[in-house]
Structure formats: structure tokens, C-alpha cells
């Protein structure tokens, strides 16, 4: 396993590697003289130089929404189908049809699904503009559009994402008849999980607490009949279970439990009577295979009850948390040994979001593996920050022997301190990170602090602080949106000369309208020269 990645986690891990790989910013980076003026023109001159720049990742496909966001979806559907070496454009414009659907755009969602060619994904993109259209108002031609989707397998979600957002503007009568259609057309398909648990929320969101628990149990006998080979369906049994659990309901979640314990038992025992009669029968392959053979698969994935404890964590009150962490832990002291590690890593952090810290330690007390424990130790302290016991999280945090573990610790404290307005505390805290480019990372989110108190002087001078180039750029770009037009267009310039024109899409088109246009014909531009030098 490569070096720190457990300490750290696979996001700030991959994060560091990058802003460390690309240096410190050069000297001079931090000159106020840069675009002192803040005119729009001089932005768009520094946009279209960067982007005679090679950039890597989702770099085409967040511009391509920045332009559906300004209006452009032609120019976004060119922008795609233009990027040279890559598979899937049309795959990318289904994403833009469904970003353009969930953001309110029902004519750009059109304009980018009549751009499909391919017949399979412009039928997924029909799919992904029927919420749009219904969310605007106009049911009639939403479930026109429902109508004529072409392929069986895409009929119940198009009915369900009806069903939804018809919910959603408090039509649960209609509602509840589209998430019937859904549950119909599903079968027992694949989507049939998906469409019953749609169902089940329209139902009880319209009052109707019986037909909501009749869709919750078909959901229960699909996983049942399933067993460990349902791994799409388990996901909406655990839905199931969650929406029960906030109001209360353990009684389903009790029987899943119960079937989990007699099932690790079970294989328990056939695991000792195995072993006995491979010592008396020297281990004949016969026997053994049929053994194995023989062994009944489980009523449900014992998978279930970690998720389950994952997804009611942030959400559930604190003495439903509490009966759940119990009879997990119980769980736990049946040494049943199906994905033990995962159960009792969400029984710990469970235990540590509701106040039970000792307890949560002392299940973290048990990990043997140094690196592993300290990982679960942060983990720990990032829970606490999030509940506001900061305190306790901090104490914890500078008691961690591993500088990595300390590190990331600490600015989840900092982090937390932040975010609450606690911007001097979080402060006094950073020189504390034992890391250097941890300091830096920390101070992103204490100068957007600082900004939103009303300094953004001060703020802007805390973002020259941090050593690395592309984490300061992520620094004065939080800046942009949170300055007037003139300083916004000044940080943005500023921002993109360290990290590129990606760091500023997000308010492009608010500081300096026909950026993301500016920077789409330099980068086709580029584009079509390369093409034609060879």
C-alpha cells in the first residue's frame, strides 16, 4: 500500500500528490499588481492564455456545463464532440442533459438530447429531461415524454423520476399513480428495487402509511429471494431500513438482524464440523467440496447492517443511534466474522457522532494494525468536530503519535472551527499541523471565513500565505464569489495564473460574462491546429 494513504484517506492523499507534484507558487504570484483594475477584457485575456494549456481530468466536461449554465448548449455540444483522443462524447452530453435538467434548464436539456445521435443514449436522455420538464411546470408534456421513451428498461425510471419531482410540487395523488406505472413496468428488473422504494416515499410522504409498508416489504422479500447475489438490490433495503429507523421503526431492521446472526452461526458451525471431520477423514476433497456445496446462502448480506449504520449516522436522533449502535455491537460480540472490520468501523464512528466517545475508543483500542488505528482514531476526531465537540476533538487530535494522522486530525479541527465562524481559534490552531502543505490546505476554508465575516483584506492576505501554488489558486478562488465584481475578476486572474482556468468556472459568467465562451474557442482552437499539424 503506498506510504500514508491510510493516514491520510484516498481524497487529501490524491490532493497532496497533486499540489505538491505542480511546486510552490513562483515568486511574485502573490504581486497585487496583477489585473489591479479588475476590467472583464483583461480576464479574458488571461483566461484564453491558460487555456492554450493542456488540462487533464473532467476538465471538458465541467467547462461543457459551464457553458449549458450561460446559455451556450451549442457551443457546449461542439466543445464535446471536439475533445481529440477521448471515448464516449455522447456519453458526456447525457451527463450535460441531466446537469442541465437538475439545474432548471429544461430548453438546454432539449437542445443537448436532440444533439444524441446514438438511439440507446438519446433514450436515457429523454429519461434524464422528463423531471426537468415536469419540475417546470408542465406535467402534460412530461408524461408525454414518458410515453415515448423507447427502450423496456428504461420505462420505470423515467416513470419513477416522474413520480418524484411531481411529488415534489405536492401532487401526491398523481404522484403515487406514476410510481405505480414505475413499479409495474419494473418487474422484478433490476430497477424494481429502485422503483418501490420511490413508491414507498410518495406513499408516505401522501399519507398513506399502509401502502408505504407494502411497498417496503416487496422490497424486503427482492433482497430476501436474492440473498448475497442482490448487491444492486441490498442498497435499497438499507434505504428501506434508514427511512423506518428516522421514524423510529426498528422492527424490520430487528428481523434482517436476527437472520444475519442465525446465518453467521450456522456457517460457524459448519466451518468447526468441517474442521473436526477433516482431521478424521485426512481432508478427502469429496467431502469437503460438498460441504461447500451444501452450505445454504444467508436470508440477507450481512453488509446490510454497517450501511445501515453509515446512512442513519449524520440523520438519526440520538436514542435511535444508540439502539442501533447496541445491537450492532452485540453483533460484534457473537465474533461473527462476516465484514467485521466494516460493522465495527460504523459502530464506531455511530457511537462517537452521539456523544459515546469512550466507547467508540475502546473499539478503536482493539485495532491491532498501528496504521489502521490511528486512521480509525482520525476518523474519530473528524466525527466529534462535525458534532461541534470540538474541544474533545482537538485534545484527541494533538494526543495522535502519527505526524500523518496528526496532521489530517488537526485540520479537521481547523476546518470545523472555520466553518462555525471560529476563524481566530482556527487560526491560532494551524501552526499546530505538523505537515507543511496541510497548513496551507487548512487555510482555504479559514480565509473563505475570514470573507464571510466581512475582512476580505485580511483574507486575501492569509491566501498569499499558503506556500503551494494550486492549493493557494483554491484559496482566492473561494474568494471570487464572495467579493465585489472588480476584486472578484482581480482574485480570479490571480487564481487562474496559479492553477488554471478551471479553478474559476463556477462564477465565471457572473464576473465576466463570455469567459467559459473564451475559453471553449481557445481550447478548440488548439485543438484543430494540433489536428491539422499532423
Given at each position: ?10 481524497e ?68 464535446v ?61 412530461a ?72 411497498f ?43 437472520s ?94 452521539h ?7 475502546a ?7 498501528p ?66 502543505w ?34 493557494r489558486?483554491?484559496?482566492l ?50 485543438r ?7
Open positions: 500500500m503506498l506510504k500514508g494513504l491510510v493516514q491520510w484517506g484516498p487529501l492523499y490524491w490532493t497532496r500528490i497533486g499540489d505538491q507534484c505542480l511546486g510552490l507558487a513562483p515568486p511574485g504570484s502573490s504581486d497585487t499588481g496583477l489585473l489591479r483594475s479588475g476590467f472583464a477584457p483583461c480576464l479574458l485575456t488571461v483566461l484564453r492564455l491558460a487555456a492554450q494549456q493542456e488540462t487533464g481530468g473532467r476538465s471538458d466536461l465541467d467547462l461543457a456545463a459551464a457553458l449549458v449554465r450561460a446559455g451556450h448548449p451549442a457551443r457546449a455540444v461542439e466543445l464532440r471536439s475533445g481529440a483522443g477521448r471515448s464516449g462524447p455522447e456519453e458526456d452530453l447525457v451527463l450535460l442533459v441531466r446537469a442541465a435538467g437538475e439545474a432548471g434548464d429544461p430548453d438546454g436539456a432539449r437542445a443537448l438530447a436532440e444533439s444524441l445521435t446514438d438511439r440507446a443514449l438519446r433514450d436515457s436522455a429523454l429519461v434524464a429531461r422528463i423531471p426537468a420538464v415536469a419540475r417546470a411546470g408542465d406535467h402534460e408534456c408524461v408525454g415524454l414518458a410515453q415515448t421513451v423507447r427502450y423496456p428498461h428504461n420505462w420505470p425510471r423515467a416513470w419513477a423520476g416522474l413520480a418524484k419531482a411531481v411529488a415534489d410540487g405536492g401532487d401526491f395523488p398523481a404522484a403515487l399513480g406514476y410510481a405505480a406505472r414505475a413499479v409495474e413496468c419494473a418487474g422484478r428488473g433490476s430497477e424494481s428495487g429502485r422503483a418501490l422504494v420511490t413508491a414507498m416515499e410518495i406513499a408516505h410522504a401522501a399519507g398513506d402509511h399502509v401502502l408505504a409498508g407494502t417496503a416489504d416487496r422490497v424486503e422479500d427482492l433482497v430476501r429471494r436474492e440473498g448475497r447475489k442482490g448487491v444492486g438490490q441490498r442498497a435499497f433495503l438499507v434505504e428501506v431500513l434508514a427511512f423506518e429507523a428516522h421514524t423510529g421503526d426498528l422492527d424490520r431492521f430487528d428481523a434482517v438482524l436476527r444475519v446472526a442465525r446465518a453467521a452461526a450456522a456457517r460457524a458451525a459448519e466451518e468447526a464440523e468441517a474442521a473436526a471431520g477433516s482431521q478424521e477423514c485426512d481432508a478427502d476433497p469429496d467431502v469437503l467440496c460438498l460441504t461447500i456445496l451444501a452450505r445454504p446462502s444467508p436470508h440477507f448480506d450481512a453488509r446490510i447492517v454497517p450501511e445501515l449504520l453509515v446512512a442513519v449516522a449524520e440523520s438519526a436522533d440520538r436514542e435511535v443511534a444508540l439502539a442501533l449502535a447496541d445491537r450492532a455491537e452485540a453483533l460484534l460480540r457473537r465474533g461473527a466474522g462476516f465484514e467485521s472490520f466494516a460493522l465495527r468501523k460504523a459502530v464506531t464512528l455511530l457511537l462517537a457522532r456523544g459515546q466517545v469512550e466507547r467508540a475508543m473499539l478503536t483500542d482493539r485495532i491491532v494494525d496504521g489502521l488505528r490511528a486512521a480509525r482514531m482520525v476518523e474519530v476526531v473528524e466525527v466529534l468536530a462535525r458534532s461541534g465537540d470540538t474541544d474533545r476533538a482537538e485534545a484527541l487530535a494533538r494526543a495522535l503519535a502519527d505526524r500523518r494522522a496528526r496532521s489530517r486530525a488537526l485540520m479537521a479541527v481547523v476546518g470545523e472551527l472555520a466553518r462555525r465562524g471560529e476563524t481566530a481559534r482556527a487560526e491560532a490552531l494551524v501552526p499546530a499541523i505538523p505537515d507543511r496541510g497548513r496551507g490546505e487548512v487555510l482555504v476554508g479559514v480565509v473563505g471565513a475570514l470573507a464571510r465575516q466581512g475582512e476580505p483584506e485580511r483574507a486575501e492576505d492569509l491566501a498569499h500565505t499558503i506556500p503551494h501554488g494550486r492549493t489558486a483554491r484559496a478562488a473561494a474568494l471570487v464569489e464572495l467579493s465585489e465584481p472588480a476584486r472578484a475578476r482581480r482574485l480570479a486572474a490571480r487564481a487562474v495564473f496559479l492553477g488554471g482556468w478551471a479553478m474559476v468556472l463556477d462564477d465565471l459568467e457572473e464576473i465576466a460574462p463570455g469567459g467559459a465562451v473564451a475559453i471553449a474557442d481557445e481550447v478548440m482552437s488548439r484543430k491546429s494540433r489536428t491539422s499539424g499532423t
